[in-house]
């Protein structure tokens, strides 16, 4: 029987792509299989489904092929300068919350200032700075008070 080449695109219709997945995946782990058996290689073999299923095929240990491939690789970071980014990160951050308690504990007091006095507060946020005003109550709200 004489194989026809395959038209390689998207198979739209959904249940021949399910099929045609399973077929292949197993074909693959196949071949995968017979290379380790037959060439003494250290093979390992990880595919997602579309739906996100794990399927792998290692010929020794997956965690050690994985290993093995990053120590080969570099295809992760190094650790000490992702470590120290984070410290660095951590460090601005600190920061950051330190002096937003600073600008809170301020504005509390000027807050109770203004009660203690029955003072009219003006509240600004503009341009990300927060001011609070304090400023002594108009004429018209001591008339509109006092009646």
Do not use: W
């Not at 995968?32 to 240990?61: M, R, Y």
């Not at 660095?88 to 504990?105: D, F, T």
């Amino acid at each position: 029987m004489v194989r026809t080449k395959v038209d390689l695109k998207y198979i739209e219709n959904v249940q021949r792509r399910r099929v045609c997945f399973s077929k292949r995946r197993t074909g693959l782990m196949k071949k995968a299989h017979e290379l380790s058996v037959l060439c003494n290689a250290d093979i390992g073999v990880v595919v997602f489904s579309a739906t996100g299923k794990l399927f792998e095929f290692a010929s020794s240990s997956i965690q050690q092929i994985i290993r093995r491939y990053i120590t080969a690789t570099g295809a992760l970071p190094d650790t000490s300068r992702l470590l120290a980014q984070r410290a660095e990160e951590i460090r601005n951050l600190k920061e950051e919350v330190m002096m937003l308690e600073s600008e809170n504990m301020s504005l509390r007091k000027d807050l109770e200032k203004a009660v203690r006095n029955n003072q009219r507060i003006v509240y600004e946020n503009s341009n990300m700075e927060t001011a609070l005003t304090l400023r002594p109550p108009s004429l018209r709200t001591l008339r509109l008070g006092s009646q």
